[in-house]
């Protein structure tokens, strides 16, 4: 194994080790004038969720639908501007009746806009090879709705940073 592999492996077991730190390969600059572009779709519906425990449980029918776009773009070769822009969110939450009444308990929401989205730039370091390392400033820019009497809530309210170091090997 390749010495800067070797040391690329450690450094992600001793973030995984310290307890709390996401690791993720990433890392990578675009070059200057070039960029990398996508237009995404994620839906997640459900009926249950499962405790830490295993146990199954039971929960209103929710929605969860977003169209977003992600973008990075060179700035220079060694600087790349990326942004994540979930424009259209539409949260549901199912109607529910009484099995043995019948009765219309909770006659259902669903809200439609905009979602918290995050900008920011990464700075190449050291390029060894297969191997990036760079850092990262993210900012949460609270755009979403934080405001929602069901709690159907497209944003935190909450003004976000994210500073990371990045570490990318292509293999």
């Known amino acids: 194994m390749p010495g800067l592999l070797r040391r690329y492996l450690c450094l992600v077991v001793l973030f995984a080790l310290a307890g709390g730190a996401t690791v993720q390969a990433d890392g990578w600059t675009q070059r200057r004038g070039h960029g990398y572009y996508k237009m995404g779709f994620r839906m997640v519906r459900a009926t249950h969720y499962y405790e830490p425990g295993g146990n199954k449980i039971g929960i ?81 820019l609270p755009i979403g709705n934080d405001q929602q009497v069901n709690a159907l809530l497209t944003g935190d309210g909450e003004f976000n940073q994210l500073l990371t170091l990045e570490v990318g090997h292509s293999f």
């Open 60 to 140: 209103p029918t929710v929605g969860d639908y977003v169209v977003s776009f992600y973008g990075e773009y060179g700035i220079t070769n060694r600087l790349t501007a990326v942004a994540y822009v979930p424009f259209f969110e539409r949260i549901t939450l199912n109607k529910q009746v009484g099995r043995d009444s019948g009765v219309a308990l909770f006659e259902g929401d669903a809200v439609n806009g905009i979602a918290d989205a995050e900008a920011g730039l990464r700075f190449g370091l050291l390029q060894g090879g297969a191997t990036v390392f760079s850092v990262g400033l993210k900012l949460g």
